[in-house]
T-cell receptor
Framework: KAGVTQTPRYLIKTRGQQVTLSCSPI?????VSWYQQTPGQGLQFLFE???????NKGNFPGRFSGRQFSNSRSEMNVSTLELGDSALYLC??????????????FGPGTRLTVL | DQQVKQNSPSLSVQEGRISILNCDYT??????FLWYKKYPAEGPTFLIS?????DKNEDGRFTVFLNKSAKHLSLHIVPSQPGDSAVYFC?????????????FGGGTRLMVKP
């Protein structure tokens, strides 16, 4: 079974631009979550999608958005990039909706650098 | 306000000895706890989890202990192996949110010396 895939793996953008990251979950998984990892803040939850609906949202500004398609693939978008958005963006998928029942499987991440 | 804290940023142990990684939390609504391991350039890998109704869960060399009254959990690795060298994250989820929102600690870098 293929794991969680994320594209692209590396990305360089400049301030003010926008970026779209993609995540393909494990086949059969309906929940996709996004996390941001930075040296200073650690791993922080961005949002979770389940059956094309955003179910949870972390404490990030509205510049961060996402969506999920009917095949469970998900994209996240960051508009008006800032230097502080430089981070590793991780996507995780799980079978259903409960962290206590189904552990999340993480992709390798997309390393975003904002210049 | 860090709800999940790993106070030791790094830990060094000798191969064959026990590694103990600690994690504290403040949110009493957390009812499920997980440990993840992360190598550079890879996403975190699930290791072991524990529900708040238990105080211990064991899986091979890995054991997680939960002390609810102290809001503290620990991961024991016995015996430690050089391949265990990685960053370990504890994470928690709670009944106050639906779905898969995990709150992570800052991580502990474990180095196992041959």
């Amino acid at each position: 079974k293929a794991g969680v895939t994320q594209t692209p793996r590396y990305l360089i953008k400049t301030r003010g631009q926008q970026v779209t990251l993609s995540c393909s979950p494990i086949s059969g998984h309906r929940s996709v979550s996004w996390y941001q990892q930075t040296p200073g803040q650690g791993l922080q939850f961005l949002f979770e999608y389940f059956s094309e609906t955003q179910r949870n949202k972390g404490n990030f500004p509205g510049r961060f958005s996402g969506r999920q398609f009917s095949n469970s693939r998900s994209e996240m978008n960051v508009s008006t990039l800032e230097l502080g958005d430089s981070a590793l963006y991780l996507c995780a998928s799980s079978l259903q909706g409960l962290a206590g029942v189904n552990e999340q499987f993480f992709g390798p991440g997309t390393r975003l650098t904002v210049l | 306000d860090q709800q999940v804290k790993q106070n030791s940023p790094s830990l060094s142990v000798q191969e064959g000895r026990i590694s103990i990684l600690n994690c504290d939390y403040t949110n009493s609504m957390f009812d499920y706890f997980l440990w993840y391991k992360k190598y550079p350039a890879e996403g975190p890998t699930f290791l072991i989890s524990i529900s708040s109704i238990k105080d211990k869960n064991e899986d091979g060399r890995f054991t997680v202990f939960l002390n609810k009254s102290a809001k503290h959990l620990s991961l024991h690795i016995v015996p430690s192996q050089p391949g265990d060298s990685a960053v370990y994250f504890c994470a928690a989820s709670g009944e106050d949110n639906a779905g898969n929102m995990l709150t992570f600690g800052g991580g502990t870098r474990l180095m196992v010396k041959p």
